[in-house]
């Protein structure tokens, strides 16, 4: 499980808006056996993120809480929006081709129809991701609220 430190900017009924309090990473950014990608991102002067996240901890605006991502959901996510319409863009590209008679119309119905595939499939990964079964995105969740409360 993917987790990080995070301090609640903003609660709209059942999510919050939170403020990364971490780097990112494996939370190891500061110790010396760790990749040292939190002092890279330091140095090239990377901005604390904000991201929506269901809100189960119930937690209230200034709370440090800790929001969790389940295993795999990045690499599912990361084919759902990348794969897909890279091969919807190749399979149009394909099917366009099969539309000349020439090389120089071969071309351009190949550019036509990849362009209506990277189409299709952007379309098709974002009605996926919505959805609420297998293929959809997870959103991170604030599990539970620190002891601790920023104001």
Not at 35 to 62: D, I, M, P
Not at 125 to 144: C, F, I, Q
Request: proline share 2%; with cysteine; charged share 15%.
């Amino acid at each position: 499980m993917l987790e990080t430190h995070a301090i609640i900017i903003r609660v709209e009924g059942k999510e919050a808006l939170v403020e990364s309090t971490q780097g990112g990473g494996c939370g190891s950014c500061d110790s010396s056996g760790g990749c040292g990608s939190g002092q890279l991102s330091r140095l090239f002067g990377a901005k604390s993120r904000r991201f929506r996240v269901k809100n189960e901890a119930n937690a209230q605006v200034g709370s440090i809480v800790s929001v969790t991502l389940a295993e795999g959901v990045l690499l599912r996510s990361a084919l759902l929006m990348y794969m897909l319409p890279l091969i919807f863009l190749l399979a149009g590209a394909m099917y366009g081709a099969k539309f000349s008679n020439d090389a120089w119309s071969a071309d351009t119905c190949a550019a036509v129809g990849g362009f209506i595939g990277l189409a299709t499939g952007f379309v098709l990964s974002r009605w996926l991701s919505l959805g609420k079964g297998l293929l959809s995105v997870a959103r991170p969740v604030a599990v539970y609220p620190s002891v601790d409360k920023v104001v």
